[in-house]
Every structure is written in C-alpha cells, then in structure tokens.
C-alpha cells in the first residue's frame, strides 16, 4: 500500500526490450534506509517490484498489460517519473490509501492558473468516472488529490505550488497521460451498495451525490 504522497522524482535511464514486457531502469537522490529486493515501489502510481539495483539506478519488469494500460508505456530516456516507496506499520498516512494498481489513464484536458495554483481538468474513461465522488480523492500519477469539480466525462483538481516543484507535474502539457486510480474506499462503499448492503435506504446515488 502506498499513500499518494510522493517521496521522490525519479529520471528513466533506460528502457531494455524483454520478452512479454520491459525492464525499465531509473535513478533518483537515494533513500537513507536501504534498498530490500524484491520490495514494492510505486512509479507514477504503478506498483511495482525491485528486480535489480546498480549502485543508484534501480531494475524494474515491467509486463506488456501494465504498458499498455498505464502511462509507463510512454516513458523514454530522460522521463521524469513520480516514486514512492511502500507504506510501512507506524508510517503517517499523510494522503490516502492507494493501492498501486491503476484503473486507466485520463488525459489532461485544460491547465489554468488560479493565483499561485494551478487548475488541471482530466477527461476520465467510463470504467473510472463511477467511482469519483466531489471532494473525494484520487490518484494521479501516484499523487493523492481531491476531486474539486465533476463533470460527465471529466474532473478536475488544483494544485498547490508544493505539488508543482516536488512531483513531476510541474512539467505537465495538455494532451498528457494520467494513471488514475480511483479511491479504495469509494470501491468498496459501491460494491457494498450494489449488494443491496447499506443500512436504511442509502444507495450509491444517493451518497455520491452529498457534497
């Protein structure tokens, strides 16, 4: 599990062509604690698995269904990329539980200053609109945000100057791609509600439409 809180920005060193996928490579300031093989680290909100370390760089497989599904697919040499390390017993959970497995992607369909802010819309597929709820959260590109307006095929969120020098998306453009993953306990408060288990008379329906 992870947080959305994001930890470092990392740069892709190399991509390296493997059967039924990729092995992608990058660096990035290292961690006081030491790396453990085989440990989870999320790369713009995708978990992934510590396959190989060489002194700074760190190995990653990557399998063709997360390349296609996820923007990791567009990463090339020099990508700047969103890293956060595994949620440990006893670590402050600053932004929200994210899981690391990414719904789809969105695509970036506006950027507008709001004084020292910055409002980005997102276009959203279908699969993923259902789950977001107005001032819910959500995950994009591994970073914890909150739904600040929902459209019908969109939402949008603002973001502080702090997220625009410390994540990767300080050199964000219209067109870009966005793993999105919808918040886990909007899942599971859904799933409840399709099985007809919520107390009283609440529906899905009804309690996404409290703001």
């Not at 760190?58 to 390390?85: C, H, M, P, W, Y």
């Not at 709001?114 to 107005?134: F, K, N, Q, W, Y």
């Not at 001032?135 to 459209?151: F, H, K």
Request: charged share 25%.
């Amino acid at each position: 599990m992870f947080t959305g809180i994001i930890q470092k920005v990392g740069t892709i060193s190399g991509l390296q062509e493997r059967e039924g996928g990729k092995r992608l490579w990058f660096h990035c300031t290292p961690w006081q604690r030491p790396y453990e093989a085989g440990e989870s680290i999320a790369v713009n909100g995708v978990c992934l698995t510590l396959a190989d370390q060489h002194e700074e760089e760190l190995g990653f497989d990557v399998l063709e269904e997360t390349l296609r599904k996820t923007n990791l697919g567009k990463l090339q040499a020099g990508s700047r990329i969103n890293v956060e390390r595994a949620l440990r017993y006893g670590d402050a959970l600053g932004g929200h539980l994210v899981s690391g497995h990414v719904d789809a992607c969105g695509t970036v369909r506006s950027m507008q200053a709001a004084g020292p802010d910055r409002r980005v819309e997102i276009t959203v597929p279908d699969s993923v609109l259902p789950h977001l709820v107005p001032q819910g959260s959500i995950a994009c590109d591994g970073i914890s945000l909150t739904v600040a307006e929902l459209y019908e095929d969109a939402f949008a969120v603002h973001l502080i100057p702090t997220t625009l020098t410390e994540t990767s998306w300080g050199e964000m453009k219209e067109g870009d791609l966005i793993n999105l993953e919808g918040d886990l306990v909007c899942k599971i408060v859904r799933r409840e509600a399709d099985q007809g288990r919520l107390a009283g008379n609440w529906s899905w329906e009804k309690l996404r439409s409290l703001e």
